[in-house]
């Protein structure tokens, strides 16, 4: 009888996942690159958060914002690394000190201001992305969750774990902070600036 259960249970979390969370596979890879700046490590992390999402599947109510469960796993899991990381002494590989002293290797820059083509293609110009890129961490985190992933403001106040106040105010300073860095390519582009 419970093995019967166990496997109706697996099949039904199986579907959950198929239906509700596999969808925002997309979102996440570009949420991912967003915080890391990093393919490899953005796919890991993508990764980790179907994992964990997975895991605690019983613990998912459906019908509620899946997007919304799973970029706050990710933003958990994004956080929690990035504090392990810090604590940890920096390891240099050897092997790779010689390489990069020895070569001209200029790969290490490819990337540096870059966000994922595929997500914005014809939709924002390169200076827009580079503006973006260059917003301290929380306010480039409630850009991409509003205005490009569409998130309302309490549920930004649930990824992030904020109150909902802190969310509008810091939408509302980086969107001067984007102005004051977009004011000159605006005004060659033809917007009327006042």
């Known amino acids: 009888m419970v093995l019967m259960e166990e496997k109706y249970n697996k099949n039904y979390y199986d579907r959950i996942f198929m239906e509700e969370f596999l969808p925002h596979a997309d979102a996440l890879n570009t949420f991912a690159y967003h915080l890391t700046y990093n393919e490899t490590t953005a796919a890991d992390l993508v990764q980790e958060t179907y994992l964990k999402a997975y895991r605690f599947i019983a613990q998912y109510h459906i019908g509620t914002n899946s997007k919304a469960w799973l970029f706050k796993i990710m933003k ?24 990069y002293q020895d070569g001209d290797d200029t790969s290490h820059l490819q990337g540096y201001m870059d966000l994922r083509e595929e997500m914005f293609q014809n939709m924002i110009g390169d ?4 503006a973006i890129n260059s917003l301290p961490f929380d306010f480039r985190t409630v850009i991409l969750l509003c205005d490009i992933e569409g998130f309302k ?42």
């Open 76 to 99: 958990n899991g994004f956080i929690n690394d990035y504090r392990k990381k810090s604590k940890s002494p920096k390891q240099v590989d050897y092997e790779d000190f010689v390489n």
């Open 127 to 130: 200076e827009v992305t580079i």
């Open 153 to 194: 403001y309490d549920e930004i106040a649930k990824i992030i774990g904020i109150p909902i106040g802190t969310v509008r105010s810091r939408l509302h300073r980086a969107r001067q902070l984007l102005k004051e860095k977009l004011i000159v390519y605006a005004k060659q582009h033809g917007y009327n600036i006042d």
